[in-house]
């Protein structure tokens, strides 16, 4: 296992040139964290294993990262060594688009560099992730951790935790709603947890019989079972929002006949291939079907805020550095509740 | 050709009885309108020829109906003999529900009674619509036509009108906005007219290069050629607003990538077969694909109302009552700028 910083060189003249590691100098923007746990997202898996065909090796996954400052740059105000933050998804953007300026990076319009397997701005090479002991970041993506919460439960704020987060509250959820959360693994056991504390009726829908327990102590009013087609076509027309954490292919138009007129569904969760849906189903209630990716900084910032304000953390199984690959093989069979935390002191100092 | 008026009475026991005819008195509430001008829907065709498989014969085809009031029911108020209205695709609701009340009965929880081929709510039979000199109507689901408009080419106003009107009022299409309109036949033009009232950046998507000039002459300020591979392209991620009303299958994904962050893509149009939708493009921009129902009756008598105070109306054929298989036929080729209305006059008296 990789422990190196920084990036991955390539040859700007070929990308398929054989890589060379260079570790990254603490820069006048930058910050450099001693990373204490790293989150396992199912992307990890696709781009180790290069499923999506894009992997730039040696790679080195992980972007649901917790840590301690060791060091800050001469520019950096904000974090002093000692302090507890956090990295997501995205290490860069380009600062500048509608979208940058929006606070909405992950809408970059020149793309976000994501925390591994990124091309760096600077042509510094490919960025490589929070399996590691160590970070070096710009400050604009460094956030906040704050006080009073189990740091290894906190890492997969950053990124299970903000893709349901951004929109729940972009589409305004809250009191007086009825809401489906469609899938309960990592995403979706956030978007239970996060929906009932924005005070929604929070209804999860799930294939598996031996979630309905777990469903309800997370959070959920009730639990339906999406195999059930009675109790399915009971819920007809009953929901303002449904975020669908789904990545599998699934029938998408028995969920968004769950809307009521004007309703939403958004698809946080991401099917390889196009999803059939019904145009009569959306025409009769004038329903929406929509897409979110992760989250911004400044709302990532204010969903650990708001964790912290509410003790809100994700539900973790600790695992040990040399266990990734049994975790991989588990999270393959959703056997995980609710994601894998890699202790990162079990990262031996030699490797 | 039938020029009856009302209802067609069935067996409440068997849906498959023979019909009789029965004639509707003026009721208490009714509003009897002598027959002017019909438009012919696309709807039309399928309805007559029972396409969507749920034709009860006999059926008088006719939703975009303008007239002239020759009797009020004792507590219409409203209205009164003389009066120019117009009825388009609803004559009934329960006005009961939240989207009743909220005047959106086209979305009616118990289904929208429709102009024809219709069952009447208080079990009277089938509603018989605009191809015949007269109809009685609730004078609830009665329009009020402006003064100074062409009443021939109001007429399809009342559904490829509202049907465009709606959506673009609904999703707030205004100036500052680049604005898509896909496809140019009866919906689409009046896309591109309001469109252009509403003050946006009006862009026309059409396969058709002999469309190109008309698109220009209605209001849009480009035309582009969608199977342009180029031109699309260079289209990605620039519009705010993209209303489809094509009903043919086509790949909408091209479509969707047109949108910027949190752009809508409108469907108007029904395809009968599920759409594949790359759920990717949703995530990447936040995009959002709807679908829209003609529209309610307060808005009905807005978008009347703007007509009638912008010089709006729809660019039409007229035909003569049996002329309407060569009109079908033609439609069916996109053989027509833009719509077909019937002059009820050329209607005989004793048919």
């Known amino acids: 296992m990789l422990s190196c910083t920084g990036y991955a060189a390539r040859s700007a003249s070929d990308p398929l040139a054989p890589f060379s590691f260079e570790r990254r100098d603490t820069g006048p923007d930058d910050v450099r964290i001693e990373i204490l ?52 998804c995205m290490v ?26 990124g091309e760096d701005r600077q042509g510094r090479g490919i960025t490589l992730g929070g399996y590691s002991k160590s970070v070096v970041v710009d400050q604009a993506f460094v956030l906040k951790v704050p006080d009073g919460l189990d740091l290894a439960a906190v890492a997969p704020l950053l990124c299970a935790g903000i893709t349901t987060y951004s929109p729940l509250r972009h589409w305004k959820v809250g ?31 799930t294939t598996s019989r031996g979630k309905i327990e777990d469903g309800l102590r997370l959070g959920a009013h009730e639990v339906v079972l999406s195999t059930d087609k009675e109790a399915m076509a009971r819920e007809t027309g009953r929901f303002d929002f449904i975020l669908d954490a789904v990545s599998a292919q699934h029938d998408i138009n028995s969920y968004l006949a769950l809307l009521k007129r004007d309703g939403t569904l958004v698809q946080v969760g991401a099917p390889e291939d196009p999803l059939p849906v019904s145009v009569f189903s959306l025409l009769m209630k004038r329903r929406n079907f929509a897409g979110s990716l992760i989250g911004g900084i400044p709302e990532t910032q204010e969903m650990l805020d708001f964790c912290g304000a509410h003790g809100i ?39």
């Not at 009825?178 to 056991?189: F, K, W």
């Not at 929906?195 to 829908?205: D, I, Q």
């Open 175 to 205: 009191p007086g709603q009825r809401v489906g959360i469609v899938g309960l693994g990592g995403l979706g056991h956030m978007g239970v947890k996060f929906a009932r504390a924005f005070g929604a009726e929070v209804v999860l829908f």
């Open 313 to 351: 953390t994700a539900d973790v199984e600790m695992i040990a550095m040399d266990e990734i690959e049994t975790a991989y093989a588990r999270m393959l069979r959703s056997d995980v509740k609710y994601r894998f935390v890699i202790d990162m002191n079990t990262l031996a100092a030699s490797a």
């Open 92 to 117: 860069d953007s380009c600062r500048e688009c509608k979208s940058c300026r929006d606070g909405y990076e992950q809408y970059c319009e020149q793309g976000f560099v994501g925390t591994y397997n």
């Open 37 to 88: 746990y790293c989150g396992v997202c199912h992307s990890d898996i696709h781009q180790a294993r290069n499923e999506w065909g894009n992997t730039l090796y040696p790679c080195v996954p992980g972007h649901e990262i917790v840590g301690r400052v060791s060091e800050v740059g001469t520019n950096v105000s904000r974090f002093r060594q000692g302090d507890v933050v956090g990295v997501g």
